[in-house]
């Protein structure tokens, strides 16, 4: 896949509608659906009732999920199995209480993704350390990045508990930069490469506002070659700077074409729980790689059911491939 086509493209100035007027738009695909299926490491057995029931390792959770408004496929003596179940608090967006009907030992338990291990963790959040769709990305960015005939450095925005930086740094990446404002989220990451076996890795794991660390490696000249974004619809950085999905994503993504090298790969955004389409994302994508060639696909991760094959959809994505 990767060509070894030095890219000479021109960085284009923010918002002049110019350049883009007269610039060829990429190839474009819409809409594309990423689908991950079960597999021994991850299934979403059942869904309905505004709930699901999925299969994270040796555990059986259960969360809510306002979209699954249909009716569950299984008898409830199979929900009645789930080893947690979370309970959203209302007043706190995303956060609440696990109980345990049969009794967890313990507050992480492993788990793998093509046999990478890593951590699950009860937290008093609904998510467990892992975004199982994301599943489509990973595998991706693994094709490209052991087909690769150049050293490729990875920048990966918004990384959360570092799975695909972990996925880059195992496939063959020449460098990994992590960026996340959390603290626990970096330490939990540090604690997945650990568990992962991968510390001779050359993964720099970097606690500060995406924004921030985006404007600053521009200033340094600074470069990479796959770029991924995942970014929430609002957000804090370490020195309280302000993430606001809707404003501040324009200016993330030239900043992202800004930083690509002369060998660039891809550039890869997820968007979760917003109001909009993915077609708004994939037009500022268009705005950005005007004139950059290669192609733009756009469209929703799904989850698909192991048994009742229906479809869960959980984000939005774009992404620009050379
Ligand atoms: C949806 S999660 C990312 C999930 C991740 N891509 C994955 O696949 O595991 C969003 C992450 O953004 C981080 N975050 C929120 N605001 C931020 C900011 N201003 N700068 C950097 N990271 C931020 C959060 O700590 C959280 O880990």
Not at 204 to 220: G, H, L, N, Q, T
Request: hydrophobic fraction near 40%.
């Amino acid at each position: 896949m990767a060509t070894t086509n030095k890219i000479k493209h021109k960085k284009t100035p923010l918002f002049n509608p110019l350049f883009t007027v007269r610039r060829k738009r990429p190839q474009e695909v819409v809409p594309v659906i990423l689908e991950t299926g079960a597999s021994e490491d991850y299934g979403l057995i059942d869904s309905g009732h505004k709930r699901k029931l999925e299969r994270y390792g040796s555990y059986l959770l259960i969360r809510p999920e306002g979209q699954a408004m249909w009716q569950p496929n299984l008898d409830h003596s199979v929900w009645k199995k789930a080893d947690a179940i979370f309970t959203g608090n209302p007043d706190k967006q995303g956060m609440g209480r696990w109980d345990f009907p049969h009794s967890i030992p313990h507050e992480t338990w492993p788990l793998f993704w093509k046999k990478l291990p890593f951590l699950g963790r009860f937290t008093s959040f609904r998510h467990v350390g892992v975004f199982p769709e994301q599943d489509a990305h990973w595998r991706f960015i693994e094709d490209l990045i052991q087909q690769a005939t150049q050293p490729v450095r990875v920048l990966n925005l918004f990384g959360y508990t570092g799975l695909a930086s972990l996925v880059a740094a195992r496939a063959g990446a020449e460098e990994v930069t992590h960026v996340d404002a959390s603290r626990r989220a970096i330490s939990w990451a540090q604690e997945n490469q650990k568990t992962a076996n991968l510390l001779d890795k050359p993964i720099r794991w970097i606690c500060e506002d995406a924004m921030k660390f985006v404007m600053r490696e521009e200033k340094r000249g600074k470069s990479y070659d796959l770029i991924l974004l995942d970014p929430p619809t609002y957000g804090r950085g370490p020195r309280g700077e302000i993430w606001d999905f809707f404003d501040s994503l324009p200016k993330m993504i030239m900043s992202c074409q800004a930083l690509l090298s002369s060998t660039p790969l891809s550039v890869i955004v997820t968007a979760y729980s917003i109001r909009i389409s993915f077609y708004a994302i994939h037009e500022l994508m268009c705005d950005a790689f005007t004139g950059f060639g290669g192609k733009i696909e756009s469209g929703e991760l799904i989850l698909r059911e192991e048994k009742a094959k229906r479809a869960l959809s959980t984000s939005l994505f774009s992404r620009w491939i050379i």
